[in-house]
């Protein structure tokens, strides 16, 4: 009877580490392509959920080289949207995120939201948006896989993504799971 309970735990904990290890494989293949091509040996780096109130928004993973995030290299933020959501409030409140963030100079803030508006589709439960910051400071936007445009500016690529992952950001929660910190 002993024999056959410690055969059973024995096999137990051999499948719950070769479910562990499969599930890291899992997340390592399932960088997506557009990802890899601008961000080198991209890996997750960290992923959360994002809650308004008591909502699931969208589910956030943030990839990097190695997975580890330094904020002057390629990196890409995925944002796998859970309910439907206005493109043009998306932008919206890209745009009051950035206000948080303590950019001030309107005539820019609504340039930005301009070339977002013109990005950011609807989304419904299901879709995603995956920015992705390039090695030469630009930002790649892709929906649900497909290229839908890039902006051009340094200055946007840094107030764009610090709304995840400043120091400033309004959901330091959100933050600190992306980050692993």
Request: glycine share 6%; net charge negative; aromatic share 12%.
């Amino acid at each position: 009877m002993f024999q056959r309970r410690f055969t059973s735990l024995n096999l137990v904990i051999a499948l719950g580490i070769s479910l562990l290890v499969l599930s890291k494989n899992v997340l390592a293949q399932s960088v997506p392509d557009y990802v890899t091509k601008q961000v080198p040996e991209a890996k997750v780096v960290g992923n959360a959920m994002f809650t308004y109130l008591f909502w699931d928004v969208y589910d956030a993973t943030l990839y990097a080289p190695k997975g580890k995030w330094q904020s002057d290299a390629p990196f890409a933020l995925k944002l796998d949207y859970q309910r439907g959501l206005d493109g043009k409030k998306i932008a919206q409140r890209s745009v009051d995120e950035m206000r948080k963030q303590g950019i001030s100079d309107e005539a820019m803030l609504s340039e930005w939201e301009d070339k977002m508006v013109a990005l950011f589709p609807d989304v419904e439960d299901g879709d995603v948006i995956t920015g992705v910051a390039t090695a030469n400071r630009a930002s790649e936007f892709y929906i649900n896989g497909e290229l839908a445009g890039t902006i051009e500016d340094t200055n946007f690529t840094q107030s764009f993504f610090d709304i995840w992952l400043s120091e400033k950001t309004s959901e330091p929660k959100l933050r600190k799971a992306l980050l692993q910190k």
